[in-house]
């Protein structure tokens, strides 16, 4: 009972953090479940998949409500395509997961690749913040060639898939950081990336495990995964809430971009440590 209380509980801090500027906050959950749940192998992938599919819906259907009608047109014309480039990405994803990327050593190597580039990204925008001039008034993708973002997408999806994180995680800061897109703009498409990814990988790492195809175990521990996802239902539902008072504020949007920077940093720092 105290391992589900603590997973409720990390559950909601992390989509509390991440929901906000446009992720579930699954990536954060990773090294709690490694170090403190127990949870091991693939599984730990398919048991943030699980997170995700329960904590994201909400947090999804409350952002686009709250978003300002034309951002959120230039959202739903891309939804999608990004819905449909993750299925594929979140399958392949899951069976790199069970295969190549069995071994313990090899997954926090692409676990560090993750979030350490993250983590410095988050932490340099926090910094320099978001110039005005940047906020592009029309579609960012050049007038409706989803090429590039279908590419980032399927690459989000398919990283996604392997880690349990969702296309979200990486495509929010890829949105952000490249196409000029302010965070209020960029988390819904991302959530839905984050979505497409975790219901489609959940279900092929199910398959995987039942099949008994690659390293065992693959599917979730249901219970943990439950757990978690029903503390980031609350967290993701608080978190939206607040979304758009705070990051009507630059140095709101900034102190949490900041956080979520460092917390990215120093685990990734950690594991290149015990490597």
């Not at 943030?48 to 409500?65: E, G, H, K, M, Q």
């Not at 449909?84 to 071994?103: E, I, K, Q």
């Not at 439950?226 to 978190?239: F, I, Q, Y």
């Not at 685990?267 to 490597?275: N, W």
């Amino acid at each position: 009972m105290g391992e589900l209380m603590l997973a409720v509980i990390a559950g909601f801090v992390v989509a509390l953090l991440g929901t906000a500027v446009g992720v579930s906050g699954a990536v954060f959950l990773l090294p709690v479940e490694l170090s403190v749940l127990g949870v091991s192998g693939p599984a730990v992938s398919s048991t943030n998949l699980l997170f995700n599919v329960i904590s994201t819906p909400a947090a999804l259907r409350r952002l686009r409500v709250k978003t300002e009608p034309s951002s959120r047109r230039l959202g739903t014309d891309h939804v999608g395509v990004v819905a449909a480039v993750c299925v594929p990405a979140a399958v392949l994803g899951a069976y790199m997961r069970v295969s190549v990327l069995a071994d313990p050593s090899r997954f926090r190597l692409l676990l560090v690749a993750v979030l350490l580039p993250l983590g410095v990204n988050l932490l340099m925008r926090s910094v320099r913040g978001t110039s005005k001039t940047r906020m592009p008034v029309r579609d960012p993708m050049g007038g409706g060639r989803v090429r590039p973002l279908a590419g980032l997408a399927f690459i989000g999806g398919c990283i996604g898939g392997v880690l349990g994180i969702g296309g979200g995680s990486l495509l929010a800061p890829a949105l952000v950081g490249l196409a000029g897109w302010p965070v209020r703009r960029a988390a819904p498409l991302a959530l839905t990336a984050t979505l497409s990814t975790s219901v489609t990988g959940l279900l092929a790492y199910t398959l995987l495990d039942a099949a008994d195809i690659g390293a065992a175990p693959a599917a979730p521990f249901w219970g943990i995964g439950l757990a978690l996802g029903l503390g980031g239902l609350g967290g993701a539902s608080v978190a939206s809430a607040l979304q758009h008072r705070l990051l009507q504020h630059r140095l709101g949007e900034r102190l949490l971009t900041a956080l979520l920077g460092a917390i990215a940093t120093v685990t990734a720092i950690s594991y290149l440590l015990r490597a």
